[in-house]
């Protein structure tokens, strides 16, 4: 197939896939240019003052540093250009990618680790009703970890896997979730800039495949009041100079795995405020969830925050699950790369491992914040894990949310899902 386009795309701090299509001689010359004030742009298009984005000196230009690679794309003729962003020839603050890529460094230059993470996204199907309205995806026959036609008569997550292995998205598993309509979505573990890359071009794709079938794929974490949430799970391990997994080398927690289930643990209000970025998150991160509610920990446990499986010392990892799919990956992944790091160097204690159903007994006192404001509010209370993540991208995140869950304050359970609907 002759490429005849580039598409060159970033992730907002919104989980927005911003870009431009271009002439691929454009692309080769390394950079394309853009208003920094993309990033200060809300969902309804309201231009926010937000730190670090210069809306009141001039509206400045940023540029995507373009990488060598070009990946595949889904449309014909069209090639991939990923990239990091900069500002006046430095890294720009506000680039998760960026400062994801800052946050590997650390871990091999401090530790001589290098992070390797595998994504789960989970998502719901809407199809559109007779008189115009999305409906939920009419599927009576679904069941949990279906797969084919009863789970998906509209074959949309056959298209998807088609359409990702065609454009070198390395799917691990794919199956029907726990709800009707309901689907789960597994990226292979790769490095953690890479693992971000497939997460943030499986979520565009998949996405974009549903509206060619008139279909709308939502990652929204509760988009439907009396069904399950849908998440967004960083599992991540560590490899060591030799590609030994530093995770659970003997079949148990490592001192290193456990400083990072600590360094989680201490900062888990705070942490909510970067992974559960919509007001519909809080809908979804309740007692009893499945999802990353309660400050506990423990091996092979779904109803934990942070599950951990070393039955195989080659596979062992730590699975955090408070995200959901409306965060933007890479900051999802920097942050919980942070505070794992926050843990071992800091010496945090490790509270003892949940021994409780976690359905209707939990250990566990510590949870979320109740909503988005109160989870912002613990955030930038946390001045350890914002110096961590970069203040001034805190900073920024912390006005574009509060900034949207005020718009919100008044909004019902249907408006704040379809505010969010076509985007997320």
């Known amino acids: 197939m002759s490429i005849n386009r580039t598409r060159a795309l970033f992730c907002d701090l919104l989980g927005l896939p911003r870009g431009k299509f271009v002439a691929p001689h454009l692309a080769s010359g390394g950079k394309i240019g853009f208003a920094r004030a993309a990033f200060a742009v809300s969902f309804d298009r309201d231009l926010l003052t937000v730190p670090g984005t210069g809306v009141y000196e001039g509206v400045p230009d940023m540029d995507l540093i373009l990488g060598q690679e070009r990946r595949k794309g889904w449309q014909e003729g069209v090639e991939i250009a990923l990239g990091d962003i900069e500002v006046e020839g430095g890294a720009f603050q506000l680039d998760g990618r960026g400062q994801l890529r800052k946050t590997v460094a650390a871990w091999q230059a401090q530790h001589g680790l290098t ?89 565009t794709m998949a996405r974009e495949v549903a509206a060619e079938k008139g279909l709308i794929l939502t990652f929204l974490p509760k988009p439907i009041p009396e069904r399950g949430g849908s998440g967004l799970h960083v599992n991540f391990s560590f490899a060591d100079q030799n590609g030994n997994n530093a995770v659970g080398p003997e079949e148990r927690l490592s001192t290193l795995a456990e400083g990072c289930v600590a360094g989680l643990m201490h900062h888990h209000e705070s942490l909510a405020g970067v992974l559960a970025g919509t007001v519909n998150s809080y809908d979804r991160l309740t007692p009893a969830s499945m999802a990353g509610y309660w400050c506990n920990w423990a091996d092979d446990h779904r109803m934990t925050t942070v599950r951990t499986t070393v039955v195989s010392a080659r596979s062992a990892r730590l699975e955090h699950r408070m995200a959901d799919g409306a965060v933007n990956p890479y900051v999802a992944t920097h942050a919980v790369l942070r505070a794992a790091m926050l843990g071992v160097d800091q010496g945090y204690r490790l509270p003892e491992a949940e021994d409780l159903d976690g359905i209707e007994n939990v250990r566990a006192s510590r949870h979320v914040p109740s909503s988005l404001k109160k989870a912002l509010d613990a955030l930038e209370k946390d001045s350890v894990l914002t110096e961590a993540l970069g203040t001034l991208l805190v900073d920024a995140l912390v006005f574009l949310k509060r900034d949207e869950a005020t718009r919100l304050e008044q909004a019902s359970v249907d408006e704040v899902r379809d505010f969010y609907l076509p985007f997320i």
Do not use: H
């Not at 070198?168 to 309901?182: C, L, T």
């Not at 693992?195 to 499986?202: G, I, K, N, R, T």
């Open 115 to 203: 992070p390797m993470v595998g994504i789960e996204l989970e998502a719901y199907v809407f199809e559109r009703d007779e008189d115009g309205t999305f409906r939920p995806y009419n599927t009576p026959g679904a069941f949990v970890y279906g797969t084919g036609p009863q789970n998906d008569p509209r074959v949309l997550m056959d298209a998807i896997w088609t359409r990702a292995e065609a454009a070198e998205i390395p799917i691990e598993s794919m199956n029907g979730e726990y709800d009707n309509g309901q689907f789960e979505l597994t990226l292979c573990f790769a490095d953690a800039v890479k693992a971000c890359d497939d997460a943030f071009l499986l979520k």
